[in-house]
């Protein structure tokens, strides 16, 4: 079997990235000793560069305001950082400026569809898609919806190696079909699913399509124009920027046709006690003030990412996935659950004969940190007959003796447990 040393000197890969993400280099207090930190839960939450960290600071050391509202230097400073890391992800992910609607993440950017287009354009008899992978935040507010309007929500079976069935999918397509909502790449099993075929079906019905883009922004190029997706939704925190922020993208001529979501603040344009009339996008759907030093964080987070290459860390996380899953099948008794063959760096397993949330106390005691449980997607654990799965989320700033390190703390784990 190939060796890290090995691995590393064949692809010299982005070691480099760790000198930039100060968490990685603690020692976490693991029992009665302190342990080097092995961070494999990024898909729960990433870690965040220098760059991010300090632009926080740097926000509240030099230019904390309210934003847009104020004539003065600070609010100006603060507004324009806030309005150029809205043009930052438009660019990043080739939407128009108006179309980036700051949310608090993936989970608000849901609700707010399913609550203004749903409310608004959805009745009963209508149907809603999903697919059988989703977070539960894909499910729950379209269940919401559903109960509300008398909808009724169809879910696109998966195999068992967790990919959706194409076949089965567009059998449920059909004039009812009003929304499509799935997730671009499963947090569980990674799967990347074909979305952007998915979304040329659903079209053909006259559907729109809602991409939970979560877990692909920190991976994989996203380009909205070229998936012609009608919302997309993911999160700052899963992309290397601070919790509380998040993006829905949505194409202009429907967030138009849209009532705002929440009133107050920002997201008018006059009040009376008779009428108000609404703000022009994307401040209709912004009310309040927002996560300022969250949002100019997204757009440093999105140039940090750049600076080292979408198509680097593709390539070379899809290497750190390679010799990961040789590395953990060779273990006896363990089984990798999600084996698409179109996936994201996520290995998630089960050890015959012990529990996950057993072997992620052991991992953790020797200073791995990973992800037990449902992972937010209880119906796909259903569907799979598990109770839940350990799961190791590799970032770019992971590398092949963190893997090793993973396999020997499991069989050592296995040992104690079994
Ligand atoms: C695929 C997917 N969708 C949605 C979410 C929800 O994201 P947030 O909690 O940041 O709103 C997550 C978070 O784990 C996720 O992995």
């Known amino acids: 079997m190939t060796s890290a040393n090995a691995m590393e000197k064949e692809t010299p890969g982005l070691e480099w990235t760790r000198k930039d993400f100060p968490l990685l ?3 976490i207090k693991t029992g009665n000793k302190e342990s080097k930190l092995i961070y494999l839960d990024n898909a729960a939450t990433s870690q965040k560069p220098l760059a991010v960290i300090n632009t926080i600071t740097d926000y509240y050391e030099r230019y904390n305001s309210n934003i847009h509202r104020g004539a ?8 324009e950082a806030y309005e150029n890391s809205r043009k930052k992800i438009a660019a990043h992910i080739n939407a128009n400026e108006n179309e980036i609607n700051f949310v608090r993440g993936t989970t608000e950017a849901v609700n707010l569809v399913a609550s203004t287009y749903g409310r608004k354009f959805l009745k009963a008899g209508d149907e809603i898609i999903i697919s059988a992978l989703e977070h539960h935040s894909n499910i729950v507010p379209w269940q919401m919806l559903c109960e509300e309007k ?40 990674g799967t990347i699913n074909p979305v952007k ?59 138009e046709a849209m009532p705002p979501y929440m009133g107050g603040g920002e997201m008018i344009k006059t009040v009376t006690f008779e ?36 198509e680097q860390i593709a390539e070379y996380e899809h290497k750190l996935l390679e010799y990961g899953t040789e590395k953990l099948t060779a273990i006896d008794g363990l089984k ?83």
């Open 25 to 27: 280099h603690k020692l």
């Open 72 to 79: 003065h230097y600070l609010a100006q400073l603060a507004t």
């Open 150 to 189: 008398g909808c009724i929500l169809r879910v696109i079976p998966i195999t068992d190696t967790g990919e959706i069935m194409f076949e089965e999918y567009l059998k449920l397509l059909n004039s009812k079909t009003k929304i499509v909502s799935v997730g671009y790449v499963s947090n569980a099993l």
């Open 197 to 255: 075929e998915i979304i040329a079906e659903a079209h053909k019905v006259g559907a729109v399509v809602f991409i939970d883009a979560a877990q692909a922004l920190p991976h994989i190029k996203v380009d909205v124009k070229d998936l012609d997706c009608d919302f997309l939704g993911f999160s700052g925190h899963k992309v290397f920027a601070s919790t509380g922020i998040g993006v829905l993208y949505g194409k202009e001529k429907l967030l």
């Open 275 to 310: 009428k108000t009339t609404y703000n022009d996008l994307p401040y209709k759907f912004e009310a309040g003030t927002p996560n300022i030093e969250g949002g100019i964080s997204l757009g440093v987070a999105l140039d940090y990412i750049n600076s080292v290459g979408l």
């Open 336 to 418: 990798i659950i999600g084996t698409a063959k179109n996936k994201s760096s996520v290995l998630s397993f089960l050890v015959e004969g012990t529990h996950p949330y057993d072997l992620g106390v052991l991992l953790n005691e020797q200073g791995i940190a990973v992800r037990t449980g449902h992972h937010c997607c209880e119906p796909l654990m259903n569907r799979l007959g598990i109770p839940g799965t350990c799961r190791a989320s590799l970032a770019f700033y992971n590398n092949f003796e963190e893997i090793d390190l993973l396999a020997e703390g499991i069989q050592k784990a296995v040992k104690l447990l079994q």
